[in-house]
């Protein structure tokens, strides 16, 4: 029996691994531009920190971590997500009495238990953005914008953002009423999970995909009809402030989100292009989990785009991954008393910043410069006892086919 990657995890590799590390250049550069620093924690936490921060009735508590007990007895989950883990490191390490108000953002692996599908895997992985201490909408939209950017950044141009608001605590508590009730009086027509969450997380029942719920949900009171007048100004204002930046979007008053911690404000990021997995990404307000974790009132927005989903558009989007955009020099020796010339030459240019592969199998020009085909390499060098003789190389554009001999110490010149 062969040995083959765990159900639910993926291999990463060749033309796609190029298409990641581009992607995680560009989390880099726009969090760097949006004054956002890295910020990393374990992969896994305490049990507790998810059943408290998440919440014991939502799916990915109840269905979908992976918990094992270690040897000293303690409950372990890997994270299913990264806002609880950063808001307990927050807490721990009483980060935000010297930062009042803090920009981080992550990149990483996130473990749930799912049915795997294209887009959707037991191992998948998250950038995200986290803005601690502000309760005004200038936050929210801080956070959406950097959204916005990383996919515009990456290519991606088909997708739409959805926006809602829950309100506050009151809110929610008015209208979780009013939808139980609603809820309540059609349960016979919805099916065995709607009908599970009309007493365990009843605005979960809003975001099913299930036919024979969406026609009853189409009926449900709207969250909208019940925002206070604070909450209606800081969705007004979130818009006003989307307006002027030019950003585009949609009102979707059933978008909940999953979790338990949000409030205000909710965004999510959709596609077409992805069949049922159409959620690229999404996040909002949660001021209140720091509470929920013991770590007082502190308010705070973020977000999350799922890493695999974003390159699967990219790749519907373009038919592909694209090339790697490395400038590579392959160096070949012609004849044996070339090969140690030729590797302390790619020393050489390797400490001048360039990719370069030397051939390790002592093979004939011709099966070198296959090699170099493909590695994909803009440069090949070729030096043999000609070349030696003389200190030059012939250097050849493997784009255009062009080839010349230069002098040795004139190479960076032309290779950089």
Request: aromatic fraction near 8%; glycine fraction near 8%; hydrophobic fraction near 40%.
């Amino acid at each position: 029996m062969s040995l083959q990657a765990v159900r639910g995890t993926r291999d990463i590799f060749g033309p796609e691994m190029s298409a990641w590390h581009r992607a995680e250049q560009i989390f880099r550069s726009v969090t760097d531009a949006f004054s956002y620093s890295e910020f990393r924690t374990p992969m896994f936490e305490s049990t507790e920190l998810f059943k408290r921060g998440i919440g014991e009735d939502t799916d990915v508590v109840g269905k979908e971590m992976y918990t094992f007990e270690d040897r000293g007895g303690d409950s372990l989950t890997l994270r299913p997500e990264m806002t609880a883990p950063i808001v307990r490191a927050m807490i721990e390490h009483s980060y935000l009495r010297h930062h009042p108000t803090t920009r981080l953002w992550y990149a990483g692996p996130q473990f749930r238990y799912d049915r795997p599908q294209k887009g959707r895997y037991r191992q998948f992985h998250q950038f995200g953005a986290e803005c601690i201490g502000s309760p005004y909408p200038e936050s929210d939209v801080e956070v959406i914008l950097l959204a916005n950017e990383v996919l515009q950044r990456v290519g991606i141009t088909k997708y739409t953002l959805e926006l809602n608001s829950l309100g506050t605590a009151d809110v929610r508590l008015a209208y979780r009423t009013a939808l139980v009730e609603y809820l309540t009086s059609n349960a016979d027509g919805l099916s065995v999970d709607s009908q599970r969450r009309i007493t365990t997380n009843p605005l979960r029942v809003l975001d099913s995909k299930e036919e024979r719920d969406r026609a009853i949900i189409s009926g449900a009171p709207l969250l909208s009809s019940f925002l206070d007048e604070a909450s209606s100004a800081h969705l007004a204002a979130v818009r006003a402030l989307l307006d002027v930046a030019g950003v585009s979007y949609v009102m979707n008053p059933l978008l909940v989100r999953g979790l338990d911690y949000y409030n205000h404000t909710v965004f999510e990021f959709t596609t077409n292009e992805l069949g049922t997995q159409n959620a690229i990404g999404g996040g909002g307000r949660y001021d209140p989990l720091f509470a929920m974790l013991g770590g007082g009132d502190v308010p705070a927005v973020g977000f999350s785009i799922g890493i695999e989903r974003l390159l699967l558009l990219y790749e519907a989007e373009h038919g592909g991954w694209g090339e790697s955009s490395i400038n590579g020099v392959y160096v070949c020796a012609i004849g044996d008393a070339a090969l140690l010339p030729v590797h302390v030459l790619a020393a050489r240019l390797r400490k001048r910043g360039l990719h370069v592969v030397t051939d390790v199998m002592r093979r004939s020009v011709k099966a070198q410069m296959k090699d170099a085909n493909r590695e994909q390499v803009r440069w090949v060098v070729m030096i043999g006892e000609d070349e030696l003789a003389q200190g030059t190389a012939v250097v050849k554009n493997m784009e255009s086919g062009e080839q010349r001999t230069i002098a040795q110490h004139e190479l960076e010149s032309v290779l950089l």
